[in-house]
């Protein structure tokens, strides 16, 4: 018989999956507002982690407010020179995020993050600087980026319930695996492989199996990085928003990193999609 909790997962995602992709293919103003509340919703959360126990409400105004003045600074980086200092800000927030889980993951001396002084520009560079790309990319790239993360996610979760085997990072996460890692991998490869292979541009295999192994790695690195936020924050999930799921940030951990390496790889001589 299948668990309640698996049900619940399952039922929440049938609810959200055709919702995605009717407000993806929707495009404009649809898509403008489903990625400006899910940045908002998602800000919220991080501010609530980041500042503690009863901060739900100012940290629901500070997303808002934040989420508002990111979207129309982003809309200005057109250019080569402004889309590099973008990508000079995000690779510097992201190096700042890397050191605070291997702080982290080597006893956590140091590593618990302030309240909202630093956190307002370290959530916008998280969020809504991530999630901006999918207001640049095209049904078909924002489709392909959310499919390889969940099909990272699924098959790390079921090889590594199914088989088990050594931790992979316990300090951080103590139920993840390498098998649950490396089934991510593979499956996220084989995805990525058949995408390209059925309505991907004229690169070669390599180029896929390159770009498959950087969005999975980037999406167990985002999820990492949030399940040390919410152990420092003494939380088991980041909100209560998706019943069997937990909360937005549970749910986009993994894919914040990775449509920033999407981005840089599209940004490239290679046009995958």
């Not at 934040?66 to 982003?74: E, I, K, N």
């Not at 140091?110 to 809504?128: D, E, K, M, N, S």
């Amino acid at each position: 018989m299948i668990p309640r909790s698996h049900r619940t997962r399952f039922l929440t995602t049938l609810l959200v999956v055709p919702a995605v992709a009717a407000t993806v293919l929707a495009g404009d103003w649809v898509l403008f507002s489903m990625v400006f509340a899910v940045s908002a919703l998602g800000l919220r959360e991080f501010f609530a982690m980041r500042a503690g126990p009863g901060s739900g409400r100012e940290a629901l105004v500070l997303a808002v407010i934040g989420t508002a003045l990111a979207f129309p600074l982003l809309s200005g980086f057109r250019d080569s020179n402004s889309v590099l200092v973008l990508g000079v800000l995000l690779g510097a927030a992201w190096i700042e995020k890397a050191i605070f889980l291997l702080r982290f993951g080597a006893g956590g001396q140091g590593a618990t993050p302030p309240g909202f002084p630093g956190a307002l520009v370290a959530g916008l560079l998280y969020i809504p600087c991530a999630l901006g790309f999918f207001l640049r990319f095209g049904p078909a790239e924002i489709f392909f980026v959310i499919s390889a993360v969940a099909v990272s996610d699924t098959g790390a979760y079921y090889c590594g319930s199914l088989i088990g085997g050594p931790k992979l990072w316990s300090a951080v996460s103590p139920k993840k695996t390498w098998a649950g890692g490396l089934g991510g991998l593979v499956l996220c490869v084989g995805w990525c492989l058949l995408y390209g292979f059925l309505w991907g541009q004229e690169v070669g295999a390599m180029a896929w199996i390159w770009l498959a192994a950087g969005l999975n790695v980037a999406a167990q690195g985002g999820d990492f990085y949030e399940s040390a936020l919410k152990r420092v924050a003494g939380i088991k999930d980041s909100g209560r928003l998706l019943p069997g799921h937990g909360g937005i940030l549970d749910r986009m951990d993994g894919l914040l990193p990775a449509i920033l390496v999407y981005a840089w790889a599209s940004g490239t001589t290679l046009y995958f999609v």
